[in-house]
Every structure is written in C-alpha cells, then in structure tokens.
C-alpha cells in the first residue's frame, strides 16, 4: 500500500483529489433533490408529527399542550392492542405464504425455457399493477354472499353459503387472500433475479456430488438468497402490517373488527376524532413498534456477513 | 400576536402537509370512489364581464347523494349565480366515502369550504370552533322560521351555527306487498312490534326462493351504532349514557331484550349472514331479495328513480316496537349547511346560504317533490308548499313519514361517536353470538366509561 503511494507524484495526488471532490459535489447535487424531498414530505412532519403529539387540536382553535395525554390514552385503549395483535397476525397469514409461493414460483421460472419464463414472469407480475382498489372491489364481488363468485362455486358442491367479509370468523382470511395475490408478483421477481445471479459452478458441483433438488435448495439456494429473503421479509413485513386499502373497501374494518389493521385504526380515528392528538400519538407508536420489530429480525437473522 | 398567527400559519402548513402524505400515500381521495366533481364551474358563465371579475368566490361542498339530490345541488347553485353578481359560488359534489378525510385535510390545510353541508349533532363542531356564528350573516327572520323539532341541530343557546336543508326520520320500515300477499299476510299493515315483525318473518320464510331473505336490517357495528338509537330509546326510554354522562347506561335488560330481537332475526336466518346491500342503499329491496327492509326514509326516492314499478307495491311504517313500549324507534337525521369559521367571506356565504335554501320556498320545493316527499323541511311555509304540490297525493307514504313517524322522533344523540359505536359492537357481537349478550353489554359499557373518562364528557353534558 505505501509503495504504492510513493510511486503517484504529488501533481498526481492533487489531480486525484481534485477529481474527488468534483464527484463529491456531484454527488452532493444528485442528492439534494430527494434530500430536499425528504425533509419537506418526511422530516418535517415527522417532528411536526411528535410536537403536535403533546397537543390537543382541532385545526380551528390555538393547540393546547396536554403532555402525555394523547400516548396514555391510545395506551390505555384495548382496542389500539388489539389492532397490532391483529396486525401481527395478518402478517403471519400473508408474509410466509407468499415468500413461499413466491419462492415456488421463482423456482419453476428459472428451470423453464427462456420464452416461457417470459410469459410467467408476465402473468404473476400483472396483480402489483392492478391498483389496491380495484382487487378490493374484484374481491368484493367474489365474496358477494348472494351471488358471488365463491358462494356460486361451492353451492355446485352443496356448500351452504358463507358470509366470508360478513363472518369474523373468515373476514380477515377473506382479505389476506387478496394481500398475497397483490403482494406475489414483486417478491417473485426479485427472488427470480436473485436466482438467477447464483453461480451455476455450485450446482454443477453439487451434482456431481450427487445432490438432489432437495439438497441443492437447502443448501445452495436457500444461504445464497439470505439477503434477498431477509429485505423481502422485512418489506414484506411492514407492507402486510400496514395493510389499509383493502380492509377499507372490503370491509370498512368490520366485522367486529376483526378486519380493523393498525393504519386504518389510526385512519378511522383521524377521520372520526374533532381533534388530531390521539390518531397521530396513534401513529408514532406504531412506528416505534415497525421500527423495534425489523430491527429484530435483522438481529436474528444477522445478515452483515454475507453483506461483507 | 404576530408571533402567534405565524405558528399557527405554521403548524397548518405541516398538519396539512402531514395529512396530505398520509392520504396520498393511501391513494388519491377515497379508494373505490371517483374524484370530487365541480357541480358548477360558473366561470365565464355569469352575465356581465366587469361584475364577475368583481365577484366574490366562495366554494361549497356538498356530498353525493341520489341523483335527484345532486342534480338540485347543482341547479341551486346555478340558480344562485345567476340571480346576482356579487358572489360567485362555485360547488362541489364530494363522493360521500370521501367526505371525511377530504373535509380533514382540508381543515388542516386551512382551505375548508366557506360553506357546507353538515349531518348530525353540532355541538362537538361548535366547542372545536369549527362553525360560524349565523346570527349575523343570516336574516334574523329566516332563523326564527325554523321549526321547534329542529333547533337542537340548529342553535346552541340562542346562537346559530346551522340551517337545516331536511330532517328526515333514520329507521322507517318498509316491505313488499307482493312478498307479504304470497305469505297469506295482510299487504297493507306492517308489524306494530317486534313479536309480529318475528311472526310475519316465520310466515314468510317457508314462500321465498334461493337468495330471498324476510329482512334485512342494519348488520355491522358502525350502521347499529347510528341508526339504532331511536330502537334503544324505544326500549329502554333512554340512550347510552346517564343524563349527567357521567356513567354509561346499556347493562340492563331493555338493551339486552333490544340485542335478543336482532339475535332472533339472526339465528332463525330471516336475516342474510352478509348484509346484501349498504343500509343507506336500496338495491336489494328493489332486487326483490327482502321482504322487509330497515332504512332511512329516504330510501324511498331510490325506489321512485330506480325501481319504480315497485313505487306502489311498496308498504312503509314505523320500525317495530318493544312490548308495551309507545315510544318512537327512529332518529330524525338531518343535513345542514353551515358557514366555516374561518371563512374569509362570511357575508357573502350568509347571503348565498340565506337564498338557497332560507329564501323563497320555490327553491326548496323541486328538493322535496324529487325526493319522493320522504324528507321534511325546517320551514312550515316550504312545508305548506310541498304540500300543494300536483305530486302530493300520489305519494301516500308522505304522510306516514311527516305525521306518523316523524313527530316524535328523537334528536341523533350529542355524545361522541364512539360511545355510539360502543353500543353498535355491542349488539352485533350479541346479534352474531361472538358474545354472550349480558358480556357484550359489558364490553361496551367498559369501553363507554374509558371515553367517558377520556373525552372529559361529565363537563360536557347538556343542561
């Protein structure tokens, strides 16, 4: 290393660094809009966010500081726990399913002919562009108690109706549904391109070590896409749990609730409350639990090794 | 001072950006409704060049309601700019999903419309500062014009903060005469309680085809929670809160004997187990798939433009009581218009709100005749207009509304929404059986004192 200091002359050096601190100013520039978009549309509000977390206001009379009023009482309501528990447990439904399917199906696209893995690639990406909404409503009349698509079906089975978004029972079921319809064409084609950048050399060496796909998965596929699979479990995680459009437009959060996620929680308390303090104490603290959660998982699964 | 309004200038700029993100980042407007639509972009159309560069604008938001609504909006707001040159209106029909988070952000933003249309209680507007004194910027004549029945939603004290367009009774019961006749019922006479409206229901059920249910209610907590008010009262002769709201009031047996009538209509399926239409809506009374259907009064406009051959087959009447019980079953909804607090056009929202719908009646009348004569006016002399209407005596059914469900009606409760909403889970946890009644009513109460307790509602009764 000093050798080779020694060998650049001293005009080289300053060159160099001139050279430097042009890329850094550019690199200053480049940045600048998305810094500047950041702090107007992020950084701002979110400290707007946490001063006007201590106050009471109904937009119409000056804020009125009340400490910690707003946190102790979205603390103190049952109702905010049980829309994180249910978050939670949508994301049990929707995010192991869908990396799974996903995981299936980024398998099938790499072992298939070129033209062929085009038109799947195609296929399962289409529901990402289809606007939330528009699945909700498609859904919504799938699920029709009278004369939807999946009550029609199932009677040609003597199946009695079910009231899939009108039943507890079923309702977050009937949305998770829809979740990993949507969610799927994504997390398929990164898993594809991470596939896809595996050496070949590790399989050809494990065939001839005699390896099956079985083997070959669990050993080669599986540790090289670690990265992958963690960024997908984490987007995957806070995606599901901030689910809002569907339960919105499928079921308004009912029934009994048993569709009411943690953003439309907040959502309803915003739309619904005179004054904005709890819904945006509401909303810190689910940030605090977004943050304590995939700060978790990046502990567990430990990724900064095969970052290196 | 100065530094006070710069903070406060301040701080709406970043709610207001804070609440722009949020609902962008949740899609434009509302998921599943269309953007708001200009009813009357007036501009270019008003007589005279020079007086409308001189106009004054202001912008009035109104919600999408039946076609027949919307359209009078529309024309009442033409009306208005034609008529005059000194105020330029210029309206708004807000998909009614909508309403709520775009009215928010514009509030945050500091850009509410001057003026707009306003449903339920208004003292909660009224101690958030959110409502304009009317008592100057309205004559004092129009004021004293509105009806006793309507002061509640009108005035606080002797101050104005509302003019109602319409009251109009929340739960009215209607049904099918055809339905009824092929029962072997009497088509003409609906069910006077709810041990009736349960023997007609088990009359009915062996006569319906697939698909075909006796009744459909209100199903859902938020839909209980509002149009079911006037059904407690019936039962227990009060709503949820002690009169002092100082405690909750639904542990008792009139509330569960309420929950016990929507479990009957539950458990022997006379009810679909997913609501087939919205409460507000129609379409599957008009589909035919009911036989009875719990609504507002409004509904029946529906039917008159949407389904009209089923205009005269169609019975109204007051929902189903208690045993015993003389009180009303229903709520009188209503839909004001009020002037924003922090209009900068206070006299000329006054001027337009005072001749639209607080002027000469002939205005209001295509209102009331539209709508199938299913909603009430405020003013006795808009009232006695309607009345003479051609149309009047073919609607029978408006004077079911107007002088048998509507008198004793009662005011849509002044507690917060969430001690209704308490009250709704409640009985559609007992209703679906996720709970039993009596831990149901628990539930609620439990969560009714923590709200009590949060929103300071002792302080806040009314005398």
Partial sequence: MSTTTELISKAEVKRLNKSKYRDTRLAFLMLAPVTIMLGIFVIYPAFQAVYLSFQDWSFYKPPEFVGWRNFTNVLSDPLFFAAIRRGFVFVLMTVPIMLVLAFLFASLVVSVGKKFATTLKVSIYIPTIISGVIASIIFVLIYDYSGGLLNATLANFDVAPIAWIGDPKWALFAIAIPAIWLGMGLTSLIMVAAMVDIPEEFYEAAAMEGANWWQKTLYITIPQMKNVILYLLITGFVASIQQFELPLVMTGGGPLDSTNLPNLFIFNHFRNDITVGYSIAAALLLFVVLGTVSALIFKVLNSEKLVD | ???????????????????????????????????????????????????????????????????????????????????????????????????????????????????????????????????????????????????????????????????????????????????????????????????????????????????????????????????????????????????????????????????????????????????????????????????????????????????????????????????????????????????????????????????????????????????????????????????????????????????????????????????????????EAGMKGAQPIDVALKTAADTIAQVIERDGLAEKAPN
């Fill in chain 2, 1 to 427: 001072m100065g530094f006070n309004v710069s903070r406060r200038h301040f701080l709406g700029a970043g709610t207001g950006l804070a609440a722009a993100a949020v609902l962008t980042a949740c899609g434009s407007g509302t998921p599943g409704e269309p953007a708001p639509e200009e009813t009357t972009g007036t501009g270019g159309e008003t007589s005279g060049g020079e007086s409308a560069a001189a106009a004054v604008t202001i912008q009035f938001w109104h919600r999408t309601f039946t076609p027949v609504e919307n359209e009078w909006y529309a024309n009442i707001v033409k009306q208005f700019n034609e008529s005059q040159s000194e105020v330029k209106v210029v309206g708004t029909e807000v998909p009614a999903d909508a309403w709520d988070q775009k009215m928010k952000s514009a509030q945050a933003a500091g850009k509410a419309p001057d003026v707009y249309t306003h449903p339920g209680a208004i003292q909660d507007g009224v101690n958030a500062g959110q409502l304009r004194e009317l008592n100057d910027i309205v004559p004092q004549e129009a004021l004293d014009e509105i009806i006793d029945a309507a002061l509640p939603v009108s005035a606080v004290g002797d101050k104005y903060y509302a003019y109602p367009l319409l009251l109009e009774p929340q739960t009215v019961l209607f049904w099918n005469k055809t339905m009824l006749e092929a029962a072997g019922l009497d088509p003409e006479v609906g069910p006077e309680t709810w041990d009736e409206l349960l023997e007609m229901c088990a009359a009915i059920k062996p006569t319906l085809g697939e698909g075909q249910y006796c009744i459909q209610p209100a199903a859902d907590a938020p839909t209980f929670a509002w149009s079911t008010v006037g059904q407690q009262y019936n039962f227990a002769g009060h709503t949820a809160l002690t009169d002092d709201w100082t405690a909750p009031n639904v542990e008792n047996p009139e509330y569960a004997a309420l929950i016990e009538g929507y479990k009957a209509l539950w458990d022997n399926d006379y009810m679909p187990k997913q609501a087939l239409a919205a409460y507000v809506a129609g379409n599957d009374y008009g589909e035919e798939k009911v036989a009875f259907k719990v609504s507002g009064s409004w509904m029946m406009s529906e039917i008159g433009s949407d389904f009209p051959d089923l205009l005269g087959r169609t019975g109204v009447g007051r929902f189903p009581t208690a045993a015993g019980s003389d009180r009303t079953t229903t709520t009188l909804g209503n839909f004001k218009w009020v002037v924003d607090a922090k209009t900068a056009n206070a006299e000329a929202a006054g001027k337009f709100l005072a001749w639209s719908i607080a002027g000469d009646p002939a205005n209001l009348v295509p209102f009331f005749v539209n709508t199938q004569f299913t909603k009430v006016s405020v003013r006795q002399s808009v009232q006695d207009a309607v009345a003479d209407d051609a149309a009047a005596a073919d609607a029978p059914w408006s004077d079911i509304v107007t002088n048998e469900i509507a008198p004793d009606a009662i005011s849509e409760p002044m507690y917060p929404w969430d001690v209704s909403l308490a009250v709704g889970t409640a009985m």
